[in-house]
């Protein structure tokens, strides 16, 4: 992840492969969704259409920068996912990235609508460099699943225990004023 991502945090998501004490994520593989060059005339575009799995109710998009990423880093775009009834899954700020990353959308329950259209809206900075001639070029992939609403970790979480037989332990409150 380069410097630029660790900056302004990341919106990754994760496929779990360990058995046990993991969240519950579950997901299909990426299916290409699109492939833009977007020009300095390109507001809130449609990258392509997309069919959410039966019950899903995240979509993890993969965004993957094809065009050089120098002399500067490109400004973010809002990534989106329409349907009939509007933006069920809300919108992100993606920055586009070289090595590709991965952004989730998702408000915690599935969507209305299971097909709609991911869409891309470059920032003004973005539109300023492709004016200049500098083309930005983004592939677009997609996967949705189901995100657990908790954890599965099957116990009591934060608890006080004691290591050998398993029972709690009793808390003591000190005042050192």
């Known amino acids: 992840m380069s410097s630029q991502s660790r900056q302004r945090g990341s919106n990754s998501a994760n496929r779990s492969t360990s058995a046990g004490n993991s ?3 579950r997901f299909t593989d990426w299916s290409v969704v699109g492939t833009r060059t977007f020009t300095p005339d390109d ?28 002399p500067w880093p490109w400004s973010y775009g809002i990534l989106g996912f329409k349907t009939s009834n509007g933006y069920e899954l809300g919108s992100v700020k993606a920055y586009p990235e070289v090595d ?13 609508e299971r097909s709609g259209v991911l869409t891309f809206e470059p920032r003004s900075f973005n539109l300023a460099w492709i004016r200049n001639g500098y083309p930005m070029s983004l592939k677009f992939e997609c996967a949705s699943g189901i995100t657990g609403g908790g954890s599965d970790l099957g116990g009591v979480v934060n608890s006080f225990v004691r290591a050998s037989d398993g029972s709690g332990l009793q808390l003591v409150q000190v005042d050192f004023s």
């Open 23 to 25: 969240p519950a994520l």
């Open 43 to 70: 507001l809130n575009e449609v990258v392509g259409s997309f069919v959410m799995d039966q019950d899903a109710d995240t979509l993890w998009t993969r965004i993957t920068l094809l065009s050089p990423a120098t």
């Open 100 to 112: 590709s990353e991965v952004f989730k959308l998702g408000v915690g329950r599935p969507p209305y």
